[in-house]
């Protein structure tokens, strides 16, 4: 078994900041790409940021240049630095990883979500 727990979410305003953390736990050999989707009210899930293992990063169009994504590997950490917030970033947050588990089986796991809620 595997758990992928998000934290961080909340309410931010329009030009502030907020970190989501998303921490991954359990049956875990290695862990190999992450990333964060976000799902707003009414619309599809949507990638907002996906690293490597080897920390190569990319980002949505519509993140970039505000939101940074990084990860701590020995600790099964991601984080997804959100700056220059705006309203249309509220959604709910996903945490996503792809990963070998203690079986050797490689599977993809999703967090159950953090809502972040953006006033403007």
């Known amino acids: 078994q595997v758990q992928l727990v998000e934290s961080g979410g909340g309410l931010g305003q329009a030009g502030g900041s907020l970190r989501l953390a998303c921490a991954a736990s359990?049956?875990?050999?290695?862990?190999?790409?992450m990333g964060w989707y976000r799902q707003a009210r009414g619309n599809q899930r949507e990638l907002d940021a996906h690293?490597?293992?080897?920390?190569?990063?990319n980002y949505a169009d519509f993140v970039k240049a505000r939101f940074t994504i990084s990860r701590d590997n020995a600790k099964n950490t991601m984080y997804l630095q959100m700056n220059s917030l705006k309203p249309e970033d509220t959604a709910v947050y996903y945490c996503?990883?792809?990963?070998?588990?203690?079986?050797?089986?490689?599977?993809?796991?999703w967090g159950k979500g953090t809502l972040v809620t953006v006033s403007s």
């Open positions: 690293i490597t293992s080897g920390g190569t990063t």
């Open positions: 359990g049956s875990i050999f290695r862990i190999i790409d």
């Open positions: 996503n990883t792809d990963l070998f588990d203690s079986r050797g089986n490689r599977r993809d796991y």
